[in-house]
């Protein structure tokens, strides 16, 4: 039943085709502990006893998230399912089931919809994460995709709240890739002649099929001496700033000491833009951003190193008082740097 | 982050204090067994051990599902948790804690969003069900709203591939109301002054803010001999329709024995319309449909109409020929209805 006239345009697939479709796309992925999945009303699920059930949920949206012109079916299916494995990976959980919502343009085209589907499965299938529902519908405005994800922590997860005066602040891997990926999108081939194409394809390919921290985020999420943790998915300079809010504390973060992406620095020279203000504001890296007790900062950067081969880096700390974040330049004078994305802003 | 410009008009409201906002307004439900909710990257959550996780997404979409001309934004959350509080009970579970993603044209109206989230609390909250998380956005085109919501089962559920051969078919309460408040609604008071008004406030309202029947579901799900059951949200025909294929039989439906609803027959009348279509294919109206054992039947009538006073009605039977659904009239002919709804159709 639709409260609106029915689309005008002819349409080549139905809703049971449709369904038929997305059902044999997902199932090529393996999903553990599904009793039902695509097919019924709800799916149904065998949790493990004991384990606590995390949920997410992730909205990405044509011309606001991802421009068609840039993003294949495949990379925006990839992308609503990696942001969503990294908020899992940001608590330290294993991510287990996905729940799909999406809207597309009526006729929806058949290859388009199997290419998304399988980006989504392609990034979660190394989790072992399955497709288990979802719901799908015309949209009278471009694409809409939304993902749940389901995951579970037999432990504790280790929250925004956690965060205790005289921690270190510490961030995984390296900052300012994505943003130099978006950069380079937008600015196109000819203005980046003298960048190496390897190069611009691995900043491309950071921010259209980002990669999830899920093993970093089971390590340190399960790992002595952590106390707050969660994905740096709109910038450092707005993660953190949660992290302060939840925590009722104040940060200190040295410019000095960021993880600013090699790669981001070649990318930024070319077009002359700034390196350091993709690391601290660009967000959609999806690093993992922590807070730990100063003592377990060697262990903890040894034993992620080892057990991923992923770089920890300490770039600040945490302060008591709650007066926000605060970016330090190489004299120790204080900084103001560009604020991370907010939706729904002007 | 974005990969778009960002909304040229000003924004009364930023992404925070959304947040803070919805966070408010979420909060007024209670939620059992919600450690961590809104604020954190992912909820968590303490499922019962040893029970059945179920998960189900319902997206609704501004001209597609709904008018903003008819449904206010308390309606409009109202519809988008019913519709998915409709789905657990049709697996006769106990409905637990839905995550809710946005997407609204900026800038967002505080008032119309705090009256989004409230219709959604006030559906929910009679069953208990807590807002633990969402995402929100901006919308290029209209209002998107996209509710999981997650429940629990302490048996089996009973699904829509269980039906067998000379089970009988039932549904509760009545059929065609929703559709009648929608021709109600598209034709207007002036075509309508014939029909009292309360009676067209009745068929508006479960047009506008149906009831899922999930104390119903919970009865019929725990109950010896029902077969299959789901929700009937895209009109009897298809949902029927639905049951037959994942059960791999067939289905006759006598129309004589729909329980049409009152109101809409006398709505109907006044429009010239033909109640019993909407009883067949409207679609909407979030009764149960179900399968059971013949010898059930009688046990199964009284005993929801003694635990949640609503009617169950017997409407046909289960045929071993995988042959979908036959509706036949009075004479016992076979006769042709309308399709129910599908998505993405022309």
Chains 1, 2 share one sequence.
């Not at 695509?38 to 006893?49: C, F, K, S």
């Not at 970093?216 to 992290?243: K, N, Q």
């Not at 967000?283 to 950067?301: P, Y």
């Amino acid at each position: 039943m639709t409260a609106a006239d029915p689309p005008s345009r002819s349409a080549p697939l139905g809703e049971l085709e449709l369904i038929r479709l997305i059902r044999r796309t997902a199932e090529r992925g393996s999903g553990e502990r599904v009793e039902t999945g695509i097919g019924d009303d709800t799916a149904v699920l065998l949790p493990l006893p004991g384990a606590r059930l995390l949920a997410t949920t992730d909205l990405i949206v044509e011309d606001v998230h991802f421009r068609r012109a840039w993003a294949s079916p495949f990379d925006i299916g990839w992308k609503a399912m990696a942001v969503n494995l990294s908020d899992i990976a940001g608590k330290g959980g294993q991510p287990l089931w996905a729940l799909v919502a999406l809207a597309l343009p009526a006729p929806a085209d058949p290859a388009e919809v199997e290419a998304l589907y399988e980006g989504m499965r392609r990034a979660a299938a190394p989790h072992g994460v399955a497709i288990v529902g979802g719901d799908t519908s015309t949209s009278p405005g471009g694409w809409f995709v939304s993902v749940t994800l389901l995951g579970e922590h037999d432990g504790k997860p280790r929250l925004r709240s956690g965060a205790a005066p005289g921690d270190a602040v510490a961030v995984t891997g390296t900052l300012g890739r994505s943003a130099a990926g978006l950069a380079a999108l937008e600015a196109g081939r000819a203005r980046l002649a003298a960048v190496r194409p390897a190069m611009l394809e691995t900043v491309t390919r950071a921010h259209l099929r980002p990669t999830a921290r899920v093993a970093e985020g089971r390590y340190l999420g399960a790992a002595a001496g952590v106390h707050a943790m969660m994905d740096c998915s709109d910038g450092l300079a707005t993660d953190l700033g949660h992290i302060c809010r939840e925590s009722h504390v104040g940060a200190r973060v040295e410019l000095d000491r960021l993880p600013v992406d090699p790669d981001a620095r070649e990318v930024a020279g070319a077009l002359g833009a700034d390196a350091l203000t993709w690391a601290t504001s660009g967000g959609e890296d999806f690093e993992l951003l922590l807070t730990c007790e100063r003592a377990s900062v060697d262990a903890l950067r040894d034993g992620l190193r080892r057990a991923t081969g992923t770089a920890l880096t300490v770039v600040g700390e945490i302060e008591a008082v709650a007066a926000g974040v605060t970016f330090l330049d190489a004299a120790g004078e204080p900084v103001t740097v560009a604020p991370g994305y907010e939706h729904l802003s002007g």
